[in-house]
T-cell receptor
Framework: GAGVSQSPSNKVTEKGKDVELRCDPISGHTALYWYRQSLGQGLEFLIYFQGNSAPDKSGLPSDRFSAERTGGSVSTLTIQRTQQEDSAVYLC???????????????FGPGTRLLVL | SQQGEEDPQALSIQEGENATMNCSYKTSINNLQWYRQNSGRGLVHLILIRSNEREKHSGRLRVTLDTSKKSSSLLITASRAADTASYFCATDQGAQKLVFGQGTRLTINP
């Protein structure tokens, strides 16, 4: 595709419900990243995929958060039993790999704005 | 903890003036990047400077890097209203993990 896409754009949910956020990276990008941005704050790294595997899950805030990637393309970030502090914009990014080298520049999607009531 | 810290947190200038934002970081890096974010949504990559580079230009953007001081600056010359956005520096921490600062909110007044 032309760029990274994310869905839904906005999600309002009740505390305790599960939510799934989707990311479609740029075609051919093997590296995929999830970040979280709370209101007025910088980006917080959550998880990184190389292909379908996640070498770095260090940023996931709790075991309520999980992510998967299938077919080396689409990724889903799942938040179980959502809490109000989970409210944030969730951003996905992808980057290109060529010749075994991952390019540093990350291309971001528009984000999913999650509000937990 | 945040690797990059931008300074100032907010900057308001008149159109046509130059805007300078600074970023400090704590650990050794391979590269430092600057991103722009409009309206709290997706980030747009502006420029990447490697640890062995001292200065880089891209259009109206000029980035400097001082690894001895662990700091970088982003200069936007001849600012325009469309430059109004938040600007973030990001440093690599291996395995393609970027660590972002809190950002500088830039407002260009017409």
């Amino acid at each position: 595709g032309a760029g990274v896409s994310q869905s839904p754009s906005n999600k309002v949910t009740e505390k305790g419900k599960d939510v799934e956020l989707r990311c479609d990276p740029i075609s051919g990008h093997t590296a995929l990243y999830w970040y979280r941005q709370s209101l007025g704050q910088g980006l917080e790294f959550l998880i990184y995929f190389q292909g379908n595997s996640a070498p770095d899950k260090s940023g996931l805030p709790s075991d309520r958060f999980s992510a998967e990637r299938t077919g080396g393309s689409v990724s889903t970030l799942t938040i179980q039993r959502t809490q109000q502090e989970d409210s944030a914009v969730y951003l996905c990014a992808s980057s290109l790999e060529a010749g075994g080298l991952i390019y540093e520049t990350q291309y971001f999607g528009p984000g999913t704005r999650l509000l937990v009531l | 903890s945040q690797q990059g810290e931008e300074d100032p947190q907010a900057l308001s200038i008149q159109e046509g003036e130059n805007a300078t934002m600074n970023c400090s970081y704590k650990t050794s890096i391979n590269n430092l990047q600057w991103y722009r974010q409009n309206s709290g949504r997706g980030l747009v990559h502006l420029i990447l400077i490697r640890s062995n580079e001292r200065e880089k230009h891209s259009g109206r953007l000029r980035v400097t890097l001082d690894t001895s001081k662990k700091s970088s600056s982003l200069l936007i010359t001849a600012s325009r209203a469309a430059d109004t956005a938040s600007y973030f520096c990001a440093t690599d921490q291996g395995a393609q993990k970027l660590v972002f600062g809190q950002g500088t909110r830039l407002t260009i007044n017409p």
